[in-house]
């Protein structure tokens, strides 16, 4: 007897178009992740053409990108024309060397290497008092080298436990910031300012308002010299941002605030136009922030940080973290961060300098 067996064609067919479509998406992903970093490495030379054929002026400084202010790095505005480029590392750990894991829903490990870039620039005439920020980051985000220096190097120096790797993350993260600022004089030119900006990339969203006093001298000139006057200042900046999820950070908290004290300690010489910028400076700040990173229950977890900055003359280096003397209680979450910046319209006046100075054998041009 012959038996007959019935069946359907519609499920195994279903399941091939089920397949279909997350192949079709997955595809769709990796090319919409391809045109965003092709997107930003274009972007970014263009800007820097653009800086450098705009900006000609005596540079001081350069902004932070994101996410270094809520790790803990200085937020203050430029108060002077530049253009920098440089290299910046944040790293977050969801553990610390004793297993003690960070409340938030973020579970893995994120190494930021941020190759950056950054344009302030002042503007005269109808703009007078004005300045405008660019600064753009495209990050080769994985493990190294923010593991070597927190383990190899902070915890065996000071003898702690290393920190664990969780799946770290693998991927290209871009990062672009804008801001517009307004200066007023207080004593002397460009220190009171009150401006408005934004983050936006693949880590998180952001649209910030700050304000507060820059460089505010709290000291007598100590010593005077062919560069410049010797003396410490001070800062403040008070900061109100409202942020959005991004690709790499999926819950952030949809408000933040953000308070900031710094003191400066250095040498600061005049320019033409009656203002003055650092030949030299260290400058240590404090940064308390009600935080982007919330736990399961949407509540959200407070950063306090230090942050340690020393320049000397177009080459600035500032260190961060987040353990305000508890080190071994508070290594994880957003942990650490570095960056190394070079200003480029700045060495490149040295050089000139260098080059415009006569030889003995050889007289000055008229």
């Given at each position: 007897?012959?038996?007959?067996?019935?069946?359907?064609?519609?499920?195994?067919?279903?399941?091939?178009?089920?397949?279909?479509?997350?192949?079709?998406?997955?595809?769709?992903?990796?090319?919409?992740?391809?045109?965003?970093?092709?997107?930003?490495?274009?972007?970014?030379?263009?800007?820097?053409?653009?800086?450098?054929?705009?900006?000609f002026?005596?540079?001081?400084?350069?902004?932070?990108?994101?996410?270094?202010?809520?790790?803990?790095?200085?937020?203050?505005?430029?108060?002077?024309?530049t253009?920098?480029?440089?290299?910046?590392?944040?790293?977050?750990?969801?553990?610390?060397?004793?297993?003690?894991?960070?409340?938030?829903?973020?579970?893995?490990?994120?190494?930021?290497?941020?190759?950056?870039f950054?344009?302030?620039?002042?503007?005269?005439?109808?703009?007078?008092g004005?300045?405008?920020?660019?600064?753009?980051?495209?990050?080769?985000?994985?493990?190294?080298?923010t593991?070597?220096?927190?383990?190899?190097?902070?915890?065996?120096?000071?003898?702690?436990?290393?920190?664990?790797?969780?799946?770290?993350?693998?991927?290209?993260?871009?990062?672009?910031?804008?801001?517009?600022?307004?200066?007023?004089?207080?004593?002397?030119?460009?220190?009171?300012?009150?401006?408005?900006?934004?983050?936006?990339?693949?880590?998180?969203?952001?649209?910030?308002?700050?304000?507060?006093?820059?460089?505010?001298?709290?000291?007598?000139?100590?010593?005077?010299?062919?560069?410049?006057?010797?003396?410490?200042?001070?800062?403040v900046?008070g900061?109100?941002?409202?942020?959005?999820?991004?690709?790499?950070i999926?819950?952030?908290?949809?408000?933040?605030?953000?308070?900031?004290?710094?003191?400066?300690?250095?040498q600061?010489?005049?320019?033409?136009?009656?203002?003055?910028?650092?030949?030299?400076?260290i400058?240590?700040?404090?940064?308390?922030?009600?935080?982007?990173?919330?736990?399961?229950?949407g509540?959200?977890?407070?950063?306090?940080?230090?942050?340690?900055?020393?320049?000397?003359?177009?080459?600035?280096?500032?260190?961060?973290?987040?353990?305000?003397?508890?080190?071994?209680?508070?290594?994880?979450?957003?942990?650490?961060?570095?960056?190394?910046?070079?200003?480029?319209?700045?060495?490149?006046?040295?050089?000139?300098?260098?080059r415009?100075?006569?030889?003995?054998?050889?007289?000055?041009?008229?």
């Open positions: 007897m012959t038996r007959i067996i019935s069946f359907s064609a519609r499920q195994p067919f279903r399941d091939m178009q089920e397949g279909h479509a997350r192949v079709v998406g997955a595809s769709r992903q990796t090319r919409t992740c391809r045109w965003v970093t092709r997107s930003a490495i274009h972007f970014l030379s263009m800007c820097l053409s653009a800086g450098l054929v705009g900006v002026h005596t540079p001081a400084w350069s902004e932070s990108p994101a996410p270094s202010v809520h790790w803990g790095s200085m937020a203050f505005p430029d108060q002077y024309s253009v920098t480029g440089g290299l910046t590392l944040n790293r977050f750990t969801p553990f610390d060397g004793l297993g003690n894991k960070y409340d938030s829903t973020v579970g893995n490990t994120l190494g930021f290497n941020l190759i950056t950054s344009w302030t620039q002042h503007w005269h005439g109808t703009w007078e004005w300045s405008t920020n660019l600064t753009a980051g495209i990050s080769p985000t994985a493990d190294e080298p593991q070597y220096f927190q383990n190899k190097v902070v915890h065996q120096l000071r003898q702690l436990p290393t920190v664990p790797t969780v799946d770290p993350r693998k991927e290209t993260d871009v990062m672009i910031d804008g801001s517009l600022t307004r200066w007023f004089p207080l004593f002397r030119p460009k220190v009171i300012f009150m401006g408005a900006g934004f983050s936006v990339g693949t880590i998180y969203q952001q649209g910030f308002l700050r304000g507060g006093v820059r460089r505010l001298p709290i000291t007598p000139t100590l010593y005077s010299g062919s560069w410049g006057d010797v003396s410490a200042r001070a800062s900046l900061r109100i941002s409202y942020q959005d999820n991004g690709s790499t999926h819950d952030v908290r949809q408000t933040a605030g953000l308070v900031q004290p710094a003191i400066a300690f250095g600061y010489v005049t320019t033409e136009t009656g203002e003055t910028i650092p030949t030299w400076e400058e240590f700040a404090l940064m308390w922030d009600s935080g982007i990173f919330v736990n399961t229950t509540q959200s977890q407070k950063q306090f940080a230090w942050s340690l900055a020393a320049s000397a003359g177009p080459v600035r280096f500032e260190t961060w973290n987040d353990s305000m003397g508890h080190i071994s209680e508070r290594d994880y979450g957003p942990s650490y961060g570095v960056a190394l910046t070079v200003d480029v319209l700045r060495a490149w006046n040295i050089m000139q300098g260098f415009s100075k006569p030889t003995p054998e050889q007289p000055a041009s008229s």
